[in-house]
């Protein structure tokens, strides 16, 4: 199966590119799936139809969904949101506000997106497409499974051994309801469920990431942080898209500084994202709408290439043996020396660039190895692992 994310700053059409990718996709005779884990559906109005929490038949080969998040909350997370919902109760808070306090942002999309898990264990789709939420929230979301997994490794075992041994005593003097272990098991399965889903979303086999640009300096800023973080978190970029180019036969004058610093800023991502390819879409005279306008952008950006190819193979993250040990290197551009840091502690390494902060779990191989050093190499972090 191959799954295909499109995620953005908001407003710089992710949406009808993600529309037009998936209608050029069942064109060429892939059985595609698009569909949206924004909150702010908008794939029924790129495609005038009617789409619902199932899988709707669009047209031959495409089928869309735009998921019922609050169904998908209750389905993994309700055990949980019921506990939470009594334990703030039990603190005087509102019954309504406790509801609204036992959902937590971004959890949404978060189970939205978890829908792909599914669909890779037992599906008939050969292609998939994310319409993702905006870049912020779409990096929250990534995040989650690495967050979730260091959880169940350290905290879940402590936790529910604990908890089986005060439960008798704690749910007499504690002045608010204990968990119970069906809220612990719920925590458990979902959190393997997010592990699983981030093993399919970091092979670079058959997943990857297509950022779509504008070309102005606040949305470029943008695209770099993400890329930045994508790298860190293993997700592998394929593709650049910058959507709304002014075209070269618009001779208004009202036009023309427009279209200058749009060349400027347009040269500016390919030094930026050099050589990762990238693809690019005029700006329509219409809104892009309905499935003869999706197509005529589908072939603007992608001409005769199949729009489900991996256009760029690079692993982010990578191990090469070295004469006293090995180097650990990760792809990361737009990070300068200041903003990192670096700790190893036991089989985990603590990588810290800019905002961003992941633990990594070392390959059994690395562990019989300390960090000896770390320097950039060709906005590469190379990672010294020596004895």
């Known amino acids: ?57 669009i047209l031959p080969n495409l089928y869309g969904q735009e998921i019922n998040s609050l169904e998908e909350i209750e389905k993994k997370w309700g055990e949980i949101k019921n506990y939470l919902t009594a334990f703030f109760s039990s603190q005087g808070i509102d019954v309504l506000e406790a509801e609204e306090m036992s959902i937590f942002p971004g959890m949404e999309e978060l189970f939205s997106l978890m829908e792909i898990r599914n669909y890779n264990k037992n599906s008939d789709f050969e292609v ?41 005593v704690a749910s007499r003097v504690l002045p608010f309801p204990f968990p119970e272990d069906k809220v612990f098991e719920t925590m458990k399965n979902l959190t393997i469920q997010l592990a699983e889903m ?86 329509f005279s219409q809104e892009v709408v309905g499935k003869k306008l999706l197509a005529e952008m589908a072939k603007k950006v992608y001409g005769q290439r199949d729009p489900t190819q991996i256009f760029f193979k690079q ?19 737009f990070v300068t020396k200041k903003d990192l840091k670096l700790s190893q502690k036991g089989e985990e390494l603590s990588i810290k660039a800019g905002h961003y902060k992941r633990n990594i779990l070392l390959p059994p191989t690395l562990l019989h190895y300390s960090v000896k050093g770390a ?13």
Not at 51 to 56: T, V, W, Y
Not at 219 to 246: C, H, P, S, W
Not at 315 to 324: L, N, Y
Request: hydrophobic content about 45%.
């Open 1 to 57: 199966m191959r799954i295909i994310l499109f995620t953005g700053k908001g407003g710089v059409g992710k949406t009808t590119l993600a529309a037009a990718t998936a209608l050029l996709s069942a064109q060429r005779g892939y059985r595609t799936l698009i569909i949206s884990t924004d909150a702010a559906h908008g794939l029924a109005d790129a495609f005038e139809v009617e789409l619902s929490h199932e899988p709707q038949k």
């Open 375 to 387: 320097k950039f190499d060709s906005q590469k972090l190379r990672i010294l692992f020596r004895h």
């Open 198 to 283: 981030k093993d399919i979303l970091a092979d670079s086999r058959q997943t990857s990431i297509r950022l779509v640009v504008n070309p102005e300096k606040m949305v470029i800023k943008e695209a770099q942080r993400a890329f930045t973080f994508f790298n860190l978190f293993g997700y592998m970029v394929d593709l650049i898209i910058v959507n709304r180019i002014i075209p070269a036969a618009v001779k208004d004058i009202y036009f023309k500084k427009w279209k200058l610093l749009q060349t400027e800023y347009q040269q500016l991502i390919k030094e930026c994202f050099s050589p990762l390819p990238i693809l690019s879409s005029d700006l």
């Open 128 to 168: 998939i497409i994310v319409d993702c939420a905006p870049t912020g929230d779409t990096l929250r979301l990534l995040s989650a499974p690495e967050i979730t997994g260091w959880y169940l490794k350290h905290i879940f075992p402590l936790q529910r051994t604990a908890a089986k041994a005060v439960r008798p």
């Open 315 to 333: 692993k982010p993250i990578s191990v090469e043996k070295a004469d006293s040990g090995f180097d650990l290197l990760l792809h990361l551009p």
